[in-house]
């Protein structure tokens, strides 16, 4: 996501099965890994809230075979959070060395590495989390059931509600 990982301009890749999912102790997932690199940097200047449904689609596309969608979803969110925020805090604590990774390559506006690091980097310090969640959340689509509606007539005649936390 930080790195603007796109196979298509209006898509960003992501969980798009360039992943390797490491599990715990417990046997449930605990880290997951880029496996693949391809497309890292090719969206660089988009704000991050503009790919807030494809941020949302790995949730919305396991739905119909979770037992707790809504918890599912919650819990993606929070853990998106807490890695973005993470990532965000260690550039800005280390900023400098981060801005000066790639200052020996050419710097190009018109698209040199050096460039997109650059947008990447501005990109990474200017985004509000909360406000990047809470795009993703509303692009987070659960299948009402009796749930916050009360009646089976109220769940049949709203198709999808959006879930909040």
């Not at 919650?74 to 550039?91: K, M, N, P, S, T």
């Not at 190009?108 to 969640?133: H, K, M, N």
């Not at 659960?142 to 005649?157: K, P, V």
């Amino acid at each position: 996501m930080i790195v603007g990982r796109s196979l298509k301009r209006d898509r960003p890749a992501f969980d798009d099965g360039d992943e390797v999912v490491q599990e715990g102790p417990d046997g449930l997932p605990s880290t997951i890994l880029v496996a693949d690199h391809s497309g890292a940097f090719s969206e660089f200047k988009a704000p991050l809230e503009s790919f807030a449904k494809a941020y949302a689609w790995p949730v919305n596309k396991r739905l119909s075979v979770l037992p707790q969608p809504c918890e599912f979803a919650l819990r993606y969110l929070a853990a998106l959070r807490a890695r973005f925020v993470h990532i965000q805090e260690d550039y800005r604590k280390r900023r400098r060395a981060f801005d000066n990774l790639f200052k020996h390559r050419p710097y190009d506006p018109g698209g040199s590495f050096r460039y997109r690091w650059e947008c990447v980097l501005r990109r990474l310090d200017q985004t509000d989390a909360d406000s990047l969640i809470d795009a993703i959340r509303r692009n987070i689509r659960i299948e009402s059931g009796l749930g916050t509606h009360g009646s089976a007539a109220a769940a049949r005649e709203t198709k999808t509600e959006t879930c909040h936390g």
